[in-house]
């Protein structure tokens, strides 16, 4: 496990599992960001791969809001200096909060200061707090400082909340805790051409990792990138009951847009959720309700470039 290169000392540390970078996460980084420039030193952020409870608990692990790459690059974005992927194994959840300190955080980050939220917990059975982690700072030379919660609509935001959102089809809940939509990668592969044959030419996507949560089922109103393109588009999510057979699947249909892209790697920003799914009697009913998706979905983007 490294650390810091020698030279950096006197970091503004933070450390969590940061599933999401959510809003109360990045008025965490934005405290870090502030203190180190009063400093004149260099952030560091301490986060951890796989998440801890699929270490010591994996019945209660919850679903990924952010895959490791996602959270890099979401990361990447907010100015941080260095971010360390510690690797979260049975003996790292062992250390007490006093080794854990000991081991990892001052050797390897040398800090002059440690930022955390007000919720958070560290080593054995989270049982590392604030007071805890002041002590030790008075030990080992550092001081501390704590980041309240955040609220949006009128509640603390948090992952197991966003989560909540993002698992009932409330994308608007979501990204009000987020600061951004909810998203989702996957690569276009061939399907069964159904959609072309209805007149809707869909792209079928690859299905995220099992351990990163996927939205309720239901067709949703999308923005999706597709290299430099941010394209507009509706998604089915989820079983296709109209017809026999049909495994559960996730097609992209992208409106005004009629480009062969099989290969190529698609990011879906999940906005809005138009509908649950349905079974239709016939073909025809189901393209009846397709149009009426597609002419939701124009209202839906129209109403949000107003």
Do not use: W
Not at 136 to 160: K, P, Q, R
């Amino acid at each position: 496990m490294s650390g810091l290169p020698p030279q950096v000392r006197g970091t503004i540390v933070t450390m969590g599992t940061f599933d999401g970078v959510h809003l109360g996460h990045q008025a965490i980084l934005r405290d870090v960001r502030d203190r180190a420039r009063a400093r004149n030193g260099c952030t560091a952020l301490i986060t951890f791969d796989p998440h801890p409870l699929r270490v010591v608990r994996p019945e209660a692990a919850p679903p990924l809001l952010t895959l490791p790459d996602e959270k890099k690059e979401i990361l990447a974005q907010l100015g941080l200096d260095y971010v360390a992927f510690i690797s979260f194994t049975l003996e790292l959840s062992r250390y007490s909060p006093e080794k854990f300190v000991e081991d990892i955080i001052v050797p390897r980050f040398r800090p002059a200061e440690v930022v955390i939220g007000y919720d958070h917990g560290f080593g054995r059975g989270r049982s590392g707090d604030v007071s805890v982690l002041e002590r030790l700072g008075g030990i080992h030379g550092f001081e501390v400082s704590v980041v309240g919660g955040v609220e949006a609509d009128g509640s603390a935001v948090s992952s197991t909340r966003v989560r909540r959102a993002v698992a009932s089809g409330d994308m608007e809940g979501a990204a009000a805790g987020l600061g951004r939509p909810y998203s989702f990668g996957g690569t276009v592969i061939r399907g069964l051409g159904r959609g072309r044959t209805l007149g809707f030419p869909t792209a079928n996507l690859t299905s995220p990792p099992p351990e990163k949560l996927v939205p309720a089922e239901g067709i949703y109103a999308v923005c999706a990138t597709l290299g430099s393109e941010r394209l507009e588009g509706l998604l089915h999510l989820g079983p296709r009951p109209t017809f026999a057979g049909s495994p559960p699947a996730i097609e992209l249909f992208l409106l005004d847009f009629d480009r062969e892209i099989y290969g190529e790697r698609v990011v879906v920003d999940v906005l809005h959720r138009l509908r649950e799914v349905r079974s239709f009697a016939s073909g025809d009913d189901l393209v009846a309700q397709m149009q009426r998706d597609l002419a939701d979905g124009r209202d839906y983007f129209r109403e949000m470039r107003t």
